[in-house]
């Protein structure tokens, strides 16, 4: 009987020493990705905040199968964010909202040469960790699925991959900072087609932004302590962002946008860059309002461009759009998460 | 002197930025221009083309009529930067590590062969010392980088780095007026937009 355990136990110990092997030589052979040099540091801040500054002034796109992302990456968007549904489709269909099919993901990623996003239910560390694992470029931890966690966000600095967050407000945009976002978006209203959820949202974040500036400017330390204290954010991080004047990382509108001068007017109001969900899909002329909205969030400041993308599309082929004050409080995507 | 940098999309404040850093290094007084226009072109005396998609920028540039005269002012000797995705959008032979060929407007302006997503994904994105000839150590950030993988003519290779799927690639490329750089200098050295605004006085 023991000869037979230590027997098996052996063939176990070969199998393994096997593997292990097959492991180096397949790396040997580059199957893996190659780290180039032994020293080289991999997931750091400047690396992790890196990705989101290649995005600026560009256009992500709600997609949900290759041949959609295939159009986006056609008409110059930045980057796709592979859902299993458009938001208007979660808010039409109800129950439980995860993050999206690993294989539809691994599909586009197999297809499309610009950055993949998927989105996480928040504080679902899990879905991060398989989205991580797949390779996808960066994680969205969004209020359009449903949460998980009540009481915590992801702590995002335990992952590689940077992680955008969406916000209502500059407290709000400041805990998800603290807690290792590398990107921050507006939440505005998902699925509506109406931006005037991300107006508002745009609005409050940086008239925030510019009280601290000005108490920064006073010298009135009071001041930037108290709100650090009620925002239950790091007071070097309020200090931060006064100083700078915006905030310290990339900043995206989304939600409701769906049109070219849409877009415009979040690059208007201060934004990086606009993450654009139902608003193209969901249209009857996806493919010019895709290249209609990158055109004109690279060229907001000049009129005539936003003109020339406005002509490319036809407000009869717009998604129809949801009035934000026809939904129950129940019915609200933004509240979640906070 | 005035330094453009490229503005359709991308890191364009932090080359700009470099660009105030370097000249304040130099001592040189400088005016930085956002170039959106083609008649911006023949305004500044040094450009950089910064990171981002190279898909995007290169989309852009043939809507807004910027790639063929962004072609000529570098051919005919405007000093030029790019990084990244300018450096893909520089490049003349361009695929993509996964995907393939693809066929992206480019500018084809340098002798070199760029792979792009060469060292795979955001998660093996890197920053690393490099040495790199005429520069010294280099801090440098590669974020979903591409390698040059072969130069020719009067093209010059720098900072070799092994690949275990195409042997030796490079960080960077310098051809006369023109640098390309595989990783984002404007993230963490002023060192090469200070070469720039130095080839730029000559």
């Known amino acids: ?338 | 002197m005035k330094a453009g940098v490229l503005a359709l999309q991308g890191d364009v404040e932090e080359h700009g930025e470099a660009f105030r850093r370097a000249a304040g290094e130099l001592g040189v007084s400088l005016e930085v221009v956002y170039v959106k226009r083609p008649a911006q072109l023949k305004e500044v005396d040094v450009l950089a083309i910064p990171g981002g998609e190279s898909t995007t920028i290169g989309v852009l540039a043939k809507r807004a009529g910027l790639l063929e005269p962004l072609r000529d002012a570098v051919k005919s000797g405007l000093p030029t930067l790019g990084t990244c995705a300018g450096a893909v959008l520089m490049s003349s032979d361009v695929v993509d590590a996964v995907v393939g060929r693809t066929d992206q407007p480019l500018l084809g302006v340098l002798e070199a062969a760029v792979v792009r997503n060469a060292f795979g994904r955001q998660r093996e994105s890197f920053e690393a010392d490099l040495q790199l000839e005429d520069f010294g150590q280099v801090r440098a950030v590669f974020i979903r980088a591409p390698a040059f993988v072969k130069t020719w003519g009067g093209a010059k290779p720098l900072g070799p780095l092994p690949h275990g799927r195409y042997g030796t690639v490079y960080a960077a490329v310098v051809q006369r007026h023109m640098v390309a750089t595989a990783f984002h200098p404007e993230l963490s050295t002023t060192a090469f937009h200070r070469l720039m605004l130095e080839i730029a006085r000559r």
């Not at chain 1, 190659?34 to 890196?50: F, I």
């Open chain 1, 1 to 338: 009987m023991m000869a037979e355990v230590s027997k098996e136990l052996e063939r176990l110990r070969d199998l393994f020493y096997g593997l292990a092997e097959l492991r180096d030589r397949l790396r040997e052979a580059g199957a893996t990705w190659p780290r180039p040099l032994p020293e080289a540091a991999v997931g750091t801040v400047r690396v992790k905040t890196g990705l989101p500054a290649m995005l600026r002034r560009g256009v992500i796109m709600d997609v949900t199968n290759v041949e959609q992302a295939e159009t986006a990456e056609d008409a110059g968007a930045v980057g796709v964010m592979v859902l299993d549904k458009l938001p208007y489709d979660v808010r039409k269909a109800g129950g439980v909202a995860r993050m999206a099919d690993v294989k539809v993901i691994e599909e586009v990623m197999a297809h499309v040469t610009i950055p993949v996003s998927a989105k996480v239910r928040i504080g679902h560390f899990y879905e991060a960790v398989v989205l991580q694992q797949i390779g996808v470029d960066l994680i969205d931890e969004s209020e359009v699925l449903t949460p998980v966690d009540e009481q915590h966000h992801i702590n995002k600095w335990a992952f590689a991959v940077p992680f955008v967050n969406g916000c209502r407000e500059l407290c709000e945009a400041l805990r998800r900072i603290s807690e290792g976002a590398s990107m921050i978006r507006s939440k505005g209203e998902a699925g509506t087609g109406n931006v005037a959820e991300a107006v508002k949202h745009f609005k409050t974040l940086y008239g925030a932004v510019e009280e601290l500036a000005a108490a920064l400017r006073a010298g009135d330390e009071e001041r930037l302590r108290d709100y650090a204290r009620r925002c239950q954010a790091p007071y070097e991080l309020v200090t931060l962002t006064a100083k700078l004047g915006r905030l310290p990382v990339v900043t995206f509108a989304a939600g409701g946008i769906a049109t070219p001068a849409d877009a415009a007017l979040m690059m208007w109001l201060g934004a990086d860059g606009v993450f654009v969900g139902s608003g193209i899909f969901k249209s009857q002329d996806p493919r010019e309002r895709a290249e209609a909205i990158v055109l004109a969030t690279a060229f907001w400041d000049d009129p005539e461009k936003v003109v020339e993308a406005q002509r490319m599309v036809s407000e009869r082929g717009a998604m129809a759009g949801i009035d934000v004050r026809a939904l129950k409080p129940e019915e609200l995507l933004q509240t979640r998460g906070i």
